[in-house]
């Protein structure tokens, strides 16, 4: 076959896949709404959190079917989705539901620097239900919700994710290329040049708390997560800030590391100090230039 002829049947066979796509999308959502109970999660606070109440002032829920921090697939994933989530909260909602712990969920949030709100689903029967939890097995994917005037809530549409879907650019792009697909796996480390990766965590010591709190929120506009006496969290462009009451006015950052033992010796080799320790794998230090940071080991 000659090169415009095969260059004329690729642009028809894209057009194909365009329309069978399209009709694909609208026969998932044609296929009659159930209503759905309005379950309860835990949020990275380990708060609770209804299902209505994830639909914050829109009418329309996107949640990703998460398989947690153990698979490096789902990670991808939601790595992609970070970096568009701006975007995609301009139309709907958007939250991401693991089956991980509250706890750990938002450790491993501020280690990938997502931005997006979490849920945990452990305890619930919300996976299984809309079957992305079959026999123990968990499953990835997307299901989409709208509420009412009344407050019912109705789930639309689903769609799995895989290798080669349509959610995740990767595929797309390693389809161009003459190995294709063949042979990647997907990988958590971030930082491919460094043993540290920097979270999205960032701990700031004020000497007058309120005061503070009203400056970053109502002059820089940040988000308010919850308060008490001696500290407060914010939330700004996919960041975490710790507002703690100190007089020391020092500024804390973070970082997560494979091996724990060896970044520590690495660093007290080299001038660092341990300022606290709050476990075994988890300490606060200083380096010699003035940078106070936490580091522990990632799960």
């Known amino acids: 076959m000659d090169t415009t002829k095969l260059l004329v049947e690729i642009e028809e066979l894209e057009k194909e896949i365009h329309e069978k796509k399209n009709k694909l ?3 998932r959502k044609s296929v009659p709404r159930n209503e759905v109970n309005n379950y309860v999660f835990l949020d990275s606070s380990n708060k609770e959190v209804s299902l209505l109440e994830l639909f914050g002032d829109k009418d329309e829920l996107i949640i990703i079917q998460n398989m947690g921090k ?21 139309k709907a909602t958007f939250v991401v539901a693991s089956p991980d712990s509250p706890e750990a ?11 997006f ?3 945990s689903t452990a305890g619930t029967s919300f996976k299984t239900e809309l079957g992305f939890e079959k026999d123990g097995f968990q499953h990835p994917g997307v299901s989409t919700f709208q509420r009412d005037d009344q407050g019912r809530i109705f789930h639309v549409a689903d769609a799995p994710f895989g290798p080669g879907d349509e959610f995740c650019s990767v595929w797309y792009l390693f389809d161009l290329l003459p190995s294709g ?4 796996q997907p990988k958590r ?18 000497s007058n708390q309120p005061e503070a709190v009203n400056f970053y929120t109502n002059i820089l506009g940040m988000t308010p997560v919850w308060s008490n006496d001696s500290e407060t969290k914010l939330t700004f462009g996919g960041h975490n800030f710790y507002m703690e009451k100190s007089e020391e006015n020092k500024v804390f950052f973070e970082f997560a590391v494979k091996d724990f033992e060896i ?22 230090m200083s380096d010699p230039y003035g940078l106070h940071f936490h580091i522990f080991e990632r799960a």
């Open 105 to 115: 969920m938002d450790a491993f949030a501020a280690e990938r620097r997502w931005q």
């Open 25 to 27: 999308m609208e026969l």
């Open 70 to 90: 153990s698979c490096s697939y789902c990670t991808m994933w939601a790595d992609g989705f970070n970096g568009v989530y701006h975007h995609i909260i301009e």
């Open 189 to 206: 480390k971030i930082n491919k040049t460094s043993d540290f990766d920097l979270t999205n965590n960032i701990a700031i010591q004020v």
């Open 117 to 119: 709100p979490m849920v």
């Open 181 to 184: 697909q063949k042979g990647y």
């Open 263 to 284: 970044a520590k010796d690495l660093l007290l080799t080299n001038g660092c100090v341990i300022t606290q320790e709050f476990g075994e794998k988890s300490v606060m």
